[in-house]
């Protein structure tokens, strides 16, 4: 006998729990229940079962592989649930259910699947009674019909998860797939049969019968009523639906009717579909309206399928015509007419003396295959089909070529160019002319002759490709940006083009390869000051060849791979080369105020020979002088914010080209510096940014639109198109083609990937979790009751606010309750996560190590700094918007000073961008700013190109609270897409109360 398995709960707990779970499907009210004991086969360990991989992936986000694994028995308390019971919560549960004490399995989703298609048998009559004799003894049971959802049954078994075929049988012998599903299809369907669909069509088949015995006796009332009651029990029965009582008794009597007209039973109607002969025939030269196609009239041998008597051997009297009970020819005559409501086409061959076949067109024999020979089938009629139906059916995919080379000169291509433009499509992988695909769009020809036998293409890709080109050319020529536009469009489709793909040729083919060691080698400027990397001396050349093109480009590269560097060197290498005039207009630098001095500095100390102005500060040039100067150099830096306040002196010149750092700035597509951006003029266009995508993709449309205008359409389209399926749905195509459709004009390298650079050291991360004092806590509960009594009553904008508002004091209950507090009171021994702080930081000062400090509130920082200087006795820097970009540069060489101070702490938005401070070795995040990209950008002012050592980054984490659970729900948004949570805590004002309760309440068994 199987040991216990260890996790098993014992039956009072496990029915306690089971209980639990099904009493809302019976109105509160908790039905009994029998538990019982099973024996399960599990992935096991030499002495212990191993965890579901279900199981694992769900709460660690990925599934681990376990060495030695074999296949062990065990034996496990379960609790029995008849099928009243299962069925009715099956269909009534909620998944995923929204409560932390329980988590249902994948195998509770897939049962669920199986109960509504038990449903759905009930209602369609999917099903068939079967009788044996046992122990003289009519035994009866109604089981499902197994030809009529043949398909649904084999998807079934594909997906049936391992876990469901876990059991044994009594006799030890594993069941099959096949068992399992039809076991509980069987079960379920004979119950239904009997308890609902049997008590009411009983008095409806009685009530029919005496209206028959007034008219005329039928002489099978003597077996029905017996069959009946054999097929039904009246226990538990309720009453059902008219339309399933009506179904149920037309089941019964054409069952009971056709089993007792003596030998003729033997024999059954038949249609079989003979295809015409293709040959080499090509589908361009088919015609799809001819009627080529035969269906064959026969009696099929119901026990030896293979034996037919045709039509043609009936009407020439060449087989005997009467076997018993009716003749074969009035059996025959009366069949077609019983199959004329599900064949139309026989109309006309009914009206004939003696009717053999019936001849249909393509389009008509593919309605046959598909619809109408299922619905014969259900009606005991034999269906004889080609041996490829079904078993060759082919997707149809698209693609669509461009080709710019007829278009291509020496100017720039740009997406305003003109290119040739064609649909080509392929059936299973091989491809169709376009002549035959145009003419399949035209005729939605779903059968096609290829390669010598026919082919069916899906018809859910068919529907979509004619409704995709019903307006639509196949081939033509248009700019590259409607071309492109096309295909995106396509996206929006079900089936067809969801693999939808470019073929491009020309400068186009290189472009959209992608592939930096495929472009044209480029040397580094002459007169660069220092030595480019491989990596970046590829950038450059990407830049470059993309320049040529037209096209806008962005440089993603990792925070610290020097995309300045390689902005610089290009306007270098211009000038170098003689590609652009000296009197030429200049490159307009956009960035953040916090970078323009580092801009300045890095361009006099690699690219001395470029002319670099600064357009920034009190003292910058007014319209008047700037219009006169600016043509002199090569370099004009300035900041989002001027961009907006001078939007009309930049927009009256033409630049050569705009340039914008930390381009996450125009995240916001209706912002006002984003659309002073959008509108100043330019040939060429360059975004650098760490982050294309720090919140989500609305984002990474606004970069796109700035670089290529109207290549990703509307912001509206975008969001429809790609947005929410991938954002809200995970949708990995999507995903996958909007990557394809981008990577062309994003380069994204990273500083971990050792091809890229293998000199720079390793980043650690690490969760430092704190506790709550005993006053941060009762403080935390307090907050916590009175703001959600609050928020339960507030509605719209007034509740968004309370939210936000609750979620940012409950951080500074968090940091210190001096901070939630304001009142500038003690600050040592009452904060868990300050004594951790404290305690760490003293490590690394012992070290000899410099530590960054990263702070989401200016009055948090300033606590540290002078708690901090007290407790060290050591200099605190400490940077925040109130510092002035004169003293911010001040700030960061005295850290850089190896006799520098030792402790540097920063605001997040103030110092998470453009700063170089690769003295620390530590990163310690006090409070989390719940952006995983923000913060990434704040740990990178430390670990980037320079950084020698390795990067120690620490989150700090009050456990039991906001920060933790808010945590968990950052990790599991991860996989979605690259950083996507929603914008800073905004995202969170949208829970439902509940689930904010889950979030902000303290669990005190971990605070």
């Known amino acids: 006998m199987p040991e216990m398995h260890p996790y098993s709960l014992e039956p009072g707990q496990l029915s306690y729990v089971v209980r639990d779970l099904v009493k809302t499907s019976f109105g509160g009210a908790a039905p009994s229940l029998n538990t019982t004991t099973i024996d399960l086969v599990v992935p096991s360990s030499e002495d212990a079962p191993l965890p579901s991989p279900w199981l694992k992936k769900s709460l660690f986000g990925k599934s681990h592989q376990v060495k030695d694994m074999v296949m062990g028995s065990w034996r496990v308390n379960a609790v029995h649930l008849p099928p009243p019971i299962a069925l009715k919560w099956l269909v009534s549960v909620k998944i995923p259910r929204a409560t932390q004490r329980f988590a249902y399995g994948e195998s509770i989703q897939f049962w669920k699947e199986a109960a509504n298609l038990v449903f759905y048998s009930l209602i369609h009559g999917t099903y068939q009674p079967v009788l044996e004799k046992v122990d003289h003894q009519i035994r009866a049971h109604w089981l499902l019909n197994s030809k009529i959802l043949s398909n649904q049954l084999e998807n079934m078994q594909k997906r049936l998860p391992t876990c469901c075929s876990a059991e044994w049988n009594s006799d030890g012998a594993r069941r099959t797939k096949e068992s399992i599903i039809r076991d509980f299809f069987d079960t379920s369907i004979d119950h239904l049969v009997r308890h609902v669909a049997g008590p009411g069509a009983m008095e409806a088949f009685a009530g029919g019968r005496s209206q028959r015995k007034r008219k005329k006796q039928n002489p099978l009332d003597s077996l029905t009523l017996p069959l009946l009651k054999a097929l039904y029990s009246k226990q538990n029965s309720f009453s059902a639906a008219r339309d399933v009582q009506t179904a149920f008794v037309a089941l019964v009597s054409n069952w009971l009717g056709s089993s007792t007209q003596g030998s003729n039973r033997l024999w059954q109607t038949c249609f ?7 040959g ?35 009407w020439e009297n060449l087989v005997p015509t009467q076997t018993g009970g009716e003749s074969l020819p009035e059996k025959f005559l009366r069949d077609l007419g019983r199959a004329l409501p599900h064949m139309p086409e026989l109309r006309e061959v009914l009206d004939e003396q003696y009717p053999t076949h019936v001849d249909l067109s393509t389009e008509e024999v593919y309605a046959f295959l598909a619809d109408q020979a299922p619905h014969l089938q259900s009606a005991d009629f034999g269906v004889v089909l080609p041996n490829w139906w079904k078993k060759e059916s082919k997707p149809l995919t698209t693609k669509i070529s461009i080709d710019s080379s007829a278009f291509e000169s020496n100017g720039m291509l740009g997406f305003d160019s003109m290119v040739n433009f064609s649909w080509k499509a392929a059936v299973g992988g091989k491809p169709i002319s376009d002549e035959a695909f145009q003419k399949m769009v035209k005729h939605k020809m779903a059968l096609l002759p290829i390669d010598g036998q026919w082919v069916e293409i899906r018809s859910e890709d068919l529907i ?34 969801q693999d939808v793909s470019f073929d491009y040729e020309g400068s186009l083919a290189q472009l959209f390869e992608n592939e930096e060691e495929k472009l044209p080698a480029i040397e580094q400027p002459a007169t660069l000051v220092g030595q480019l990397r491989p990596y970046q001396v590829r950038g450059l050349s990407w830049l470059i060849f993309n320049d040529h093109l037209g096209f806008g480009a962005c440089l993603a590269d990792d925070m610290g791979l020097g995309k300045t560097i390689q902005l610089l ?18 490159t307009l630098l956009v960035c953040p105020m916090s970078v323009v001095t580092n801009w300045y500095r890095e361009a006099a100390k690699f690219t001395p020979s470029l002319r670099v102005l600064i357009h920034h500060g009190a003292n910058r040039h007014g319209s008047e002088t700037f219009f006169k100067v600016y043509n002199a150099y090569d370099l004009i830096i300035t900041t989002y914010h001027l961009v907006n306040r001078d939007s009309e002196m930049f927009g009256e010149i033409k630049w050569h080209r705009i340039a914008l750092d930390e381009a996450q700035n125009i995240k916001n597509p209706s912002a006002q510096q984003t659309q002073a951006i959008l509108k100043t003029d330019s040939d060429r266009r360059i975004a650098l940014t760490g982050t294309p995508v720090e919140n989500k993709l609305s984002e990474l449309w606004s970069i796109m639109e700035f670089l290529n205008p109207g290549y990703l359409g509307s912001l509206k389209n975008f969001q429809s ?24 004009f994003i380069l994204r390298r990273l500083k971990t990937d050792k091809n890229i650079i293998q000199d720079l050291p390793e980043k650690n991360e690490m969760k430092v979790y704190c506790s709550l004092t005993d006053e941060q806590a009762a403080m935390y509960q307090g907050y916590v009751q009175q703001q959600l009594n609050q928020i339960e009553n507030a509605e719209g904008i007034h509740r968004n606010q309370l939210v936000l508002t609750t979620l940012m004091k ?13 009142d500038g009171s003690e600050v040592d021994e009452r904060s868990g996560k300050l004594m951790r702080l404290t305690e760490m930081l003293e ?77 620390a070795t530590h990163v310690f995040h006090f409070d989390r700013w719940w952006n995983p990209a923000v913060e990434n950008q704040a740990t990178d002012r430390a670990f980037r190109i320079g950084q020698k050592r390795n990067v120690q980054v620490h989150k700090l984490i009050t456990t039991g609270t906001l920060e933790d659970r808010i945590d968990m729900m950052i990790e599991k948004k991860k996989e979605l897409a690259e950083n996507i949570v929603g914008s800073d805590e905004a995202w969170l004002t949208q829970l439902s109360t509940d689930a904010l309760r889950d979030i902000l309440t303290l669990s005190l068994n971990e605070g």
């Open 272 to 278: 079989t579909v003979l295809p015409p002969e293709i």
């Open 721 to 744: 198109r790609f947005a929410v399926p991938i954002e809200r749905q995970g949708d990995r195509k999507k995903a996958q083609l909007l990557r394809r459709l981008t990577q062309p």
């Open 280 to 314: 080499n025939a090509k589908i361009e030269d088919l015609d799809p309206r001819a009627r080529v196609w035969r269906v064959v009239f026969s009696l099929q041998n119901i026990k030896d399928p293979s034996q037919h008597i045709y039509a043609q051997e009936i």
């Open 843 to 919: 490590e690394a000062l012992a070290e000899g190590d410099k530590s960054l400090i990263f702070t989401q509130f200016t009055q948090m920082g300033e606590i540290l700094k002078s708690f901090l200087g007290e407790k060290f006795e050591e200099e605190i820097l400490f940077m925040h918007g109130g510092i002035s970009q004169q003293q911010r540069q001040v700030l960061v060489d005295r850290f850089q000073d190896p006799k520098g101070p030792k402790v540097f702490i920063l605001t997040v938005k103030t110092g998470g961008t453009g700063l170089n401070l690769t003295a």
């Open 569 to 586: 060197s290009l306007i270098l290498k211009e000038r170098e080369e003689g590609s652009v005039r000296l009197n030429s207009t200049p």
């Open 810 to 822: 409950l951080k500074q209950i968090c940091n210190h309750p001096s901070h939630f507090l304001g």
């Open 464 to 497: 979509t490709a004619v409704n995709f080109f019903k307006d639509r050319d196949t081939r033509g020529e248009m700019t590259l940006r409607e071309a492109v536009q096309m295909g995106l469009k396509s996206e929006d489709l079900k089936s067809v083009f």
